[in-house]
């Protein structure tokens, strides 16, 4: 399906709506609606789709979405403790307000121009303005709006954040075949371990081969076989590093026909073969659990 236009429902003179997601595991489609978006990832990590970039989330990360900027969160595997997030609607008539072209306000202006593709923030900085989110929520009135400028204030005095997707402003338009390339992404991320085909996804995007390929260059900015390989690599390296499945079984479950063919693309894209990406990850993980529990031990 392509991005659904999502209704956000404000109360009477309200351009602020804060509210807590808490499910097993994020499920909501892929969706873009006109409102500014402020979401901090209080618990769970995972993959997302933000515009035309594909990625990963992690517990803490803040992101600010510009309007009409299409963004799904999800989950390949479900997570062991569920999912929750803080998540901050901006109205789209804020923009327009006099006093965010003011002086005082200029550079928040600026910042929500930037987000137009997708900023993220993470580390300490990030959990401490996920903070704010949440206690936006709960308070009203002034308070409530106090709370608002010093997010932002706190916000723009933050190193420059990563920004993801490098076309969000032509999301904005959102021409007939951007609709189309979305609907094939999103079912591209929900059937990767598929026998996915170009001529199949051509087929339902309403596209000739040839056209298909330029028009999801166009959107995406990677080919068609780029998108499908990434995918695939990404839950083949969150196999490698949650499980001890053989290399071969990995490379069926991630999507790919044959051993040579993952082993190859995973040497091109990861600089390193499948088996010393698990070892390097097993000794990352054993020399992070080794230093936790000096610092345990060190202050007892």
């Known amino acids: 399906m392509k991005a659904s236009s999502e209704v956000i429902q404000f109360s009477e003179d309200s351009i602020l ?7 097993p595991a994020f499920d909501h489609p892929l969706h873009r609606h006109p409102e500014i978006e402020l979401t901090w990832i209080e618990k769970s990590c995972g993959e997302r789709m933000i515009g ?8 803490g990360d803040l992101y600010l979405l510009g309007p009409q900027l299409p963004h799904l969160f999800f989950h390949q595997t479900p997570p062991r403790e569920g999912a929750r997030a803080e998540v901050l609607h901006l109205h789209e008539h804020i923009m327009n307000q006099p006093i965010m072209r003011s002086t005082t306000l200029r550079d928040m202006h ?3 121009q930037r987000a137009a593709g997708g900023l993220c923030y993470r580390g300490e900085d990030a959990v401490r303005i996920g903070t704010y989110v949440k206690k936006i929520r709960t308070a009203d009135g002034p308070y409530q709006w106090r709370l608002f400028f010093q997010l932002w204030e706190e916000l723009l005095s933050l190193p420059d954040p990563e920004p993801i997707s490098g076309i969000g402003n032509e999301f904005q338009a959102t021409p007939a075949h951007c609709e189309r390339i979305e609907r094939v992404c999103h079912y591209m991320i929900g059937h990767f371990q598929e026998n996915i085909s170009h001529r199949d ?3 339902m995007s309403h596209y000739s081969p040839a056209a298909f390929s330029r028009s999801f260059k166009r959107v995406t900015r990677k080919t068609f076989t780029q998108f499908l390989t990434e995918l695939r690599l ?3 390296c969150t196999l490698l590093g949650e499980t001890d499945w053989t290399i071969l079984r990995i490379a069926m479950e991630s999507g790919f026909q044959n051993l040579s063919n993952f082993n190859r ?4 894209t990861r600089g390193e073969n499948p088996s010393r990406y698990r070892k390097r990850q097993s000794q990352l993980i054993s020399t992070t659990t080794t230093e936790a529990t ?7």
Not at 52 to 59: A, H, R, S
């Open 110 to 112: 600026q910042l929500i």
């Open 201 to 203: 996804m051509a087929a």
């Open 17 to 23: 709506l804060s509210r807590w997601i808490d499910l």
């Open 52 to 59: 035309e970039d594909l990625g990963y989330f992690e517990e």
């Open 265 to 268: 693309r995973f040497l091109a």
């Open 294 to 300: 000096d610092s345990i031990q060190n202050k007892t």
């Open 234 to 236: 990404r839950h083949a």
